[in-house]
């Protein structure tokens, strides 16, 4: 009887450990990120690559809109209820990282085969690091240049497009037709993130940089686009138009030239019906200091996360999938190593061979755990001198003044 | 102008207005049918250049449609029920009485809905995590969003109990009918029509709810089409004649809907209780 | 037993049980999330404290930093010209046309009905279309008004500062409209045919019909009209995003729309529910002058 009993119970156990261990074994990973909400993108499309090549991982992927991604992870973070991978746009990804929300890398990286850390260009790179340590690494990247429109400037005996911001301004003079509804340039100094994004490089190009906006480089700039607006060369909409849309303005052959970046490109492809061009980022002096903005998302590992092993694996699939992400959805590596292919579209691949060399010089937002009040100080200043309600090195120093108070906290 | 014309110069002068006042109207769809870049052309197109109608399929075909719009009906409906349930009761006892209380109540009523949705969601979230409210998102939604719904309907609704005379309720006190009788006999069905209108715009509102969906519904097979919506705009693009198109599918059956019951909705209100 | 039951069925209890529950809800659903808001205001907030109650208190720390930003006072005047601007407007163009299509003339009714569309089309269409609709050199309105011969040349709505917060005003009116007509519209029918016959008769010319007739017998439409009018406008939200972010430099920011920017934007989780809570008591003022409206109510 005894025995019996033993073999039951045995017998039972036995059997509850073969039902259990496909569950026990398999390890459930949240990723969350902005793609694959309108159309398929990397996050959503690796994910579900991975989940279906590994038995013992389940990827649950969540896509979340892209102005909702930062408070849906702190309010998550907060209640216990965090992803496991997250994908942030880079200035945001400081406020987690110096908070300790994220995993901690750095020796992982080194470790890995599969990641090399030498790969990335350095801006994104910094956008990951905090306090020497990495905290997540970078999925692509954008920047900004200058596109002209190669007919008007044909049309006006123009031949090059301008390198300093002093040409920027003589061009858009010759250009500007109001009879015609054509302005010279179009660029965002919107009050949000895009306006900081613009103007942020122009500070860096003078020497100066977030915690030091109030230089004498970045004032003369602001006079120079104070005037374009004044004199209607470029029009006062830009303090309202975000980038999509004031390039939408170019596209149309309503301006001339226009700042914004790679992600313009297959839409100018489709709608622009003339010739066009793309020019690094102009300058302040003739050959000097170069900048550009640092788009592009970054990758993380939360600190909460039960398993951070597999989700280094995931991590590391993500990375070795990179060859894929431009040809498949357009975006651009982070990376120096990878060669973009020939698309066959002679403007696109012109056009891309600009950017790639601009990322060299792109500089990041930060890092820095408070940098939205840093961005916010930027883009007021901005709007106050380009709307002539304060000279633009009162607008800068006030700026500076509300700066040093978050740096010095 | 003799007084027979009248009532024509009026008719005129109203489609006037309401085609001043339907312009967006118009600029949606027209923008729906309009390339990327056309839109931001100067001057204006007033009609599309080259109308591109498939928009219409594509973004239908792209996007779940119609498992969103069921969503946005069930949570419309959801919050539509437990509003008119709860709401109707309160606003018929503080159209009742006249006295401190009652102003208590209404001040209350008033106040709790003054704070904007987006400052609501994140102690919202916070106490249906607690609860473990957040494995039943869009019963949550509807509850957190009838809440907000509460307060406009009640003050509404209330103005409609105004206008049922008290006589008419104390006769049927005094033929022995008890509270809930007359309530459920007498005062519900004058008030009815009212009642109904206020319902059909609580319903309309909550088919639009956003701020809670988006943070509270986490699975797209659950999430309404106002969520849907927001999928189009990029970091760096927005997608325009989408959304315009999206919103165009959105809103007009809502409108041919409307337009077919407006009749009952509007004159239910206007003509009050007893007319 | 009974007698509980025969007090829930038949007396004040039935009130009571009424009322309850409706409060109950709104004390669980919107009670405690404003609680949570005044209590974080005099908090310091943080992402890893942001789901529970406990937290260090700063006393008045976060009113005085709000009220030290530079913007405080600019987004304070904002607030009150945006509040009386769209209310005004709202009020005034929604009274005229609940007055017009009261008039008897074929089709009235249903007119009024297509202008209720405002009421469904989604607030992120409703704010690109109105920043199409607003642009200074594809603006509809600037053709508009050039060939009526109003304006010389185009006005930069949006990123004029003399004029950014009247764009989001002249949008936010188009969207109250229709709210105000109905519920304006419902009042109106609401007054006995007969009060007008008499003063027909007693000659009254219709100036003096309106003032002494009209006015009073609405009062307590007014009341509702306006205090739900003001919530509505405090709470609006959509528009800003997509008109013009509260710039040019903060020249078109309100309350509203900086508390949403702080907490969500800046993630300054405590100054935002400071604004959010000085904002309760602009509606705290406005809720008592609504309550006193209806003391003056007539029952029909």
Redesign the interface.
């Known amino acids: 009887m005894q025995f019996t009993k033993h073999g039951l119970l045995a017998g039972l156990a036995f059997g509850a450990l073969m039902a259990a261990s496909p569950a026990y074994a398999q390890v459930t990973l949240k990723v969350w990120s902005i793609d694959g909400v309108d159309r398929p993108g990397i996050a959503d499309t690796f994910s579900k690559e991975f989940d279906d090549a590994n038995d013992d991982i389940v990827v649950e992927y969540r896509a979340i809109p892209f102005d909702e991604i ?2 849906e992870t ?2 998550a ?4 209820n965090a992803p496991d991978i997250v994908s942030f746009d880079n200035p945001d990804f400081a ?2 990282s110096s ?1 300790g ?1 994220m995993l901690d890398i750095t020796d992982r990286v080194a470790n890995s085969e599969i990641i090399g850390k030498a790969d990335y260009f350095e801006g994104p790179l910094n956008s990951v690091t905090w306090d020497g340590k990495l905290f997540g690494l970078p999925k692509y990247t954008d920047t900004i240049g200058i596109f002209y429109n190669k007919d008007m400037f044909e049309a006006a005996g123009l031949t090059e497009p301008p390198t300093t911001w002093d040409q920027v301004a003589e061009y858009a003079e010759k250009l500007t037709d109001p009879a015609n ?1 054509v ?1 010279g340039v179009t660029f965002s100094a ?3 993130e895009e ?1 900081t994004f613009q103007f942020l490089p122009i500070i860096q190009m003078s020497g100066g940089n977030a915690d030091k906006v109030n230089t004498e480089g970045a004032a003369r700039v602001l006079d120079i686009w104070k005037s374009l607006i004044d004199n209607g060369y470029a ?6 138009l975000g980038q999509w849309d004031s390039t939408g ?1 170019f596209n149309s052959g ?1 301006a001339a030239m226009a700042i914004s970046g790679p992600w313009e490109i297959d839409r100018m492809v489709e709608d622009a019906q003339f010739d066009w061009g793309v020019a690094l980022l102009p300058t302040i002096e003739e050959g000097g200091e170069r900048s550009s903005a640092l788009g592009g998302f970054n990758w993380g590992i939360m600190a909460n996360t039960q398993h951070p092993d597999e989700a280094f694996r995931l991590l590391e699939f993500f990375v070795d999938q990179e060859d894929r992400i431009f040809p498949e959805f357009g975006n651009l590596p982070a990376r120096g190593d990878i060669e973009l292919p020939i698309t066959g579209e002679a403007k696109k691949d012109d056009a891309l061979k600009v950017f790639q060399e601009m990322l060299q010089y792109a500089q990041p937002r930060g890092p820095h755990p ?1 940098w ?2 840093i961005s ?1 100080a930027i ?2 200043a901005e ?2 001198a ?2 002539g ?1 304060m000279p633009a090195m009162d607008a800068l120093n ?1 700026a500076q003044a ?1 700066i040093d108070t978050i740096f010095n906290q | 102008m003799t007084r027979s014309h ?3 110069f ?2 005129i ?3 006037a ?2 085609a001043v ?5 118009y ?2 769809y027209v ?1 729906s049918l309009k390339t990327g870049s056309e ?6 197109t ?1 009609w599309p250049r080259d109308p591109n109608p498939g928009i219409f399929a594509e973004v239908w075909g792209r996007r779940t449609m119609p498992t969103f719009l069921t969503n946005s009906v069930l949570i419309a409906g959801g919050v539509t029920a ?1 509003t008119v349930i ?2 109707t ?2 606003a ?6 006249r006295n401190v209380w009652i ?1 208590i ?16 969601v ?3 979230f ?2 249906f ?1 607690q609860v473990g409210m957040l494995n039943y998102p869009r019963t949550a939604v509807v ?2 969003a ?3 719904a ?3 309907f ?3 609704v209330r ?1 409609t109990f ?5 006589e008419l309720e104390e006769a049927a006190l005094v033929d022995g009918n ?3 009788g007359a ?1 459920f006999s007498i005062v519900l069905p004058l008030a009815r029509n ?1 009642i109904l209108v206020c319902a059909i ?1 609580t319903f ?2 909550a ?2 709810e ?1 701020i809670y969906s988006k943070s509270i519904i986490q699975s797209p097979s659950l999430q309404p089409a ?1 969520v849907g ?2 999928g189009f705009l990029g970091p760096n693009s927005t997608d ?1 004649s989408s ?2 198109a999206y ?1 165009a599918i ?2 007009t059956p ?2 041919l809907a ?2 077919i019951l ?2 009952r ?3 239910g ?7 | 037993m009974s007698r509980i039951s025969n007090w829930l ?3 004040v209890g ?2 009571i ?3 309850g ?3 109950l ?10 609680v ?2 005044v209590l974080m205001s005099f908090q310091q907030v ?7 109650l406990i937290r260090p208190f700063v006393g008045f720390d976060n009113y005085i930093a709000v009220v030290r930003q ?2 405080f006072w600019l987004v304070t005047r904002n607030t009150l010209v945006f509040v009386f601007g769209s209310m005004t407007g709202q009020f005034v163009l929604g009274f005229a ?1 609940a007055l ?2 009261a ?24 704010g ?6 607003l ?6 309105l600037n ?1 508009i008004l050039k060939s009526l011969g109003i304006i010389q040349s185009n006005i ?1 709505w ?4 003399n004029f ?1 917060i009247w764009a989001v005003i002249i949008a936010n009116i ?1 969207l109250g ?1 229709a709210f105000n007509m ?2 304006l ?6 007054i006995p045919r007969d009060l007008y016959e008499a003063a027909e008769l007693d000659g009254a010319n219709a100036f003096q019909r309106f003032w002494t007739i009209t006015l009073p017998m609405m009062r ?2 007014i009341g ?1 009209v306006l ?2 009018g003001l ?1 509505g406008t ?2 609006q ?1 959509d528009l800003f995003p997509a ?9 078109s920011n309100v309350a ?1 729309f900086w ?3 702080l ?7 405590a100054k ?2 400071t604004v ?1 809570v000085m ?2 008591l602009l ?2 003022f406005a ?2 002058i ?2 006193r409206s ?1 003391r003056h ?1 007539v ?2």
């Open positions: 930062v408070n702190l309010r973070f907060a209640t216990g406020l987690f908070r929300a509804n302005y919107r009050a949000g306006g029009s006062r909409d830009v303090l309202s303005v309503n408070e939205q009040r916010k883009y007021d709007q106050q380009l709307t309600q006030q509300t | 009248t009532p024509w009026l008719l002068v109203a489609l207005l309401a006042y339907l312009f967006p109207l600029w949606m923008t839109m931001f052309a100067n001057p204006p007033f437990i709860l709401g009761g309160c018929y006892v503080l159209a009742r009485y102003d109540g209404l001040f209350c009523v008033l106040m709790l809905q003054v704070l904007p949705a987006s400052v609501m994140t102690p919202l916070v106490g995590n509850l957190a009838a809440a907000k509460m307060p406009f009640v003050v509404l103005a105004m206008s049922v005379p008290r008890s509270r809930i309530f009212g715009l309309m509102t088919f639009g956003y106002s919506l927001s325009w959304i315009m919103s959105y809103v809502i409108l409307f337009v407006q009749r909705i509007v004159s209100l206007t003509s009050g209780a007893l007319k | 069925r038949d007396g039935f009130d049980l009424l009322v529950a409706a409060l809800f709104l004390v669980a659903l919107a009670g405690a999330p404003l949570y808001n943080d992402m890893f404290t942001l789901g529970s530079p913007e046309l017009f299509f008039q008897n003339f074929p089709g009235a009714s249903t007119i009024r009905g297509l202008f209720l569309v405002s009421w469904v089309m989604p607030g992120l269409v409703v690109a279309i109105w920043s199409w609709i642009a200074g050199d594809f603006g509809v053709v930069f949006k990123s004029d500062p950014s188009w409209l109905l519920l519209s419902v009042g109106l029918a609401a307590s439409t509702a205090s739900l919530i405090l709470q939200f008109l013009t972010e509260g710039g040019p430099a903060n020249t509203g508390s949403w920017q907490s969500f934007q800046l993630y300054d989780f935002g529910a959010s904002m309760f509606v705290l809720s008592v609504y309550v209806t109510e029952r029909g």
